[in-house]
């Protein structure tokens, strides 16, 4: 089990919960790309009990970076409905720890970490949702396949059919200024409009995961479909 909250701690995160759920509704309302916004919680190194004030709160979409963590936190959480992705990088020998507790892996970068997915439902008989995650700030320390090889491994993916790709995901550049940031997100909004209409995504993976707490509404202006949102709800992490 892990740390209780404190009556004060839970209403401070209810409090910035429900003010960033404003922010991301204006956003999406300004926004000339999107109408509706998920948020998913970026809950990494906070313990069970804030996550779960959240949930009980209305929010039921959280996303956890490391297998590890996902696996210690998910019989705490068993009991209150929610959905849990997968949002950091996921190692191939990590595979079978994560399909059964997270529905969604949003962290699909390469075909041989697909197959072994695909392989690994099989033998399960299940499905799994994914994103593919794009380097779309060219730094060679971030995970996601370069954009120009996008649309190759779209066309390897789209045969594996337990993998139900939901659209693409992006880091961006986080703590960089405007100008850095929105082209990042405009690319990935313009690699799934190039990808739709070229039929290497699938008509139904029209989905942006996109923008963290500093730079979610400029990511929504670009068309965000799903934000990802961390430290404004829980503080800086430890
Ligand atoms: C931590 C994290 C976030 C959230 O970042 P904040 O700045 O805390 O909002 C979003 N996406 C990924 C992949 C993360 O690792």
């Known amino acids: 089990m892990s740390e209780p909250v404190s009556a004060h701690e839970a209403e ?15 956003a999406s309302e300004a926004s000339k790309h999107v109408d509706r916004v998920q948020i998913l919680l970026a809950t990494k190194t906070q313990p069970a009990s804030k996550i779960r004030v959240a949930l009980e709160h209305g929010f039921t979409l959280i996303g956890e970076n490391r297998v590890q963590e996902l696996n ?5 959480l068993a009991d209150i409905p929610h959905e849990t992705h997968l949002i950091g ?13 997270a529905s969604c892996i949003q962290s699909i970068d390469s075909m041989k970490l697909a197959t072994k997915i695909h392989n690994r439902l099989e033998l399960l008989d299940q499905t799994v949702e994914a994103f593919v995650q794009v380097n779309t700030s060219r730094e060679d320390t971030k995970s996601g396949v370069a954009p120009e090889q996008l649309g190759e491994l779209l066309t ?30 405009a690319d990935l909004r313009n690699l799934r409009d190039t990808h739709l209409d070229s039929g290497l995504l699938p008509e139904h993976a029209t989905e942006l ?16 479909t799903m934000v990802r949102i961390g430290s404004s709800v829980f503080g800086a992490r430890a």
């Open 12 to 26: 401070q995160i209810r409090s910035k919960l429900d003010d960033v759920a404003e922010r991301v509704r204006a």
């Open 72 to 76: 210690e936190k998910f019989d705490d």
């Open 89 to 101: 990088p996921l190692q191939r020998n990590k595979v079978n720890h994560t399909l059964g507790q």
């Open 156 to 185: 390897e993916i789209a045969p594996l059919e337990r993998i139900r790709l939901r659209g693409l995901m992006t880091i961006g550049l986080p703590g960089s200024t405007e100008a850095e940031v929105r082209p990042s997100y």
């Open 209 to 224: 995961s996109m923008g963290m707490s500093n730079d979610f509404e400029l990511a929504i202006a670009e068309g965000a």
